[in-house]
């Protein structure tokens, strides 16, 4: 009878211990064309996959394919009456990244983090949509990057062929559950 009492106590500690480890949440997702003649969004969304996890998910579909040039904007903007530039804003030769990794540029990091959720795995020139599948923040994404407890925003911007195509800005918490134990 002890046993089963010891078992079940650790179980309930075990599950309160993890629940209580979301630092990072998905809080919104805006997808916006620039050039429809180029690309459309036919999916854009978040989805609650279980308790406390939110999936960003995004489709982007080109009409003019192949894609043989690929510039990726990504700047980080802190929410404070607005939101405000914040650390960084990178520009970045995808191309050229996929071939030759910079381990010392912010765009690195960013990769690492969203590259099993996304199908940019190979080199230009691409001849396929780009899909985004139920990409989930995960606190390790942030062991790097001094980022304090705060709302922020993700922005991405795409320019194929020399021309600015779409832009999407990821909104997400960081420090939701008020953890003092987080480090950064």
């Keep these: 009878m002890k046993f089963v009492a010891v078992r079940v106590l650790a179980l309930v500690f075990v599950t309160l211990e993890c629940s209580g480890d979301i630092k990072t949440r998905h809080t ?18 978040l ?6 996890i939110i999936g960003a998910s995004a489709h982007l579909k080109f009409r003019k394919l192949p894609l043989r040039s690929i510039l990726i904007n990504l700047s980080s903007w802190k929410r404070v009456s607005g939101y405000q530039p914040f650390l960084f804003n990178v520009t970045v030769d995808f191309c050229r990244y996929i071939k030759h990794p910079n381990p010392l540029n912010f765009f690195h990091y960013f990769y690492l983090g969203i590259r099993t959720f996304i199908n940019l795995n190979h080199t230009c020139p691409y001849n396929h949509d780009i899909i985004l599948k139920d ?3 995960n606190d390790k994404m942030f062991a790097k990057v001094p980022f304090p407890k705060d709302s922020y925003m993700f922005s991405i911007k795409f320019a194929t062929n020399g021309v600015w195509t779409g832009i999407i800005n990821s909104y997400l918490d960081i420090n939701v559950d008020g953890n003092p134990n987080i480090y950064f």
């Design 135 to 137: 990409f989930v923040l």
């Design 47 to 52: 989805k609650v996959l279980g308790r406390g």
């Design 28 to 45: 919104n997702i805006k997808c916006e064309t620039l050039d429809k003649s180029v690309l459309e969004f036919p999916v854009c969304r």
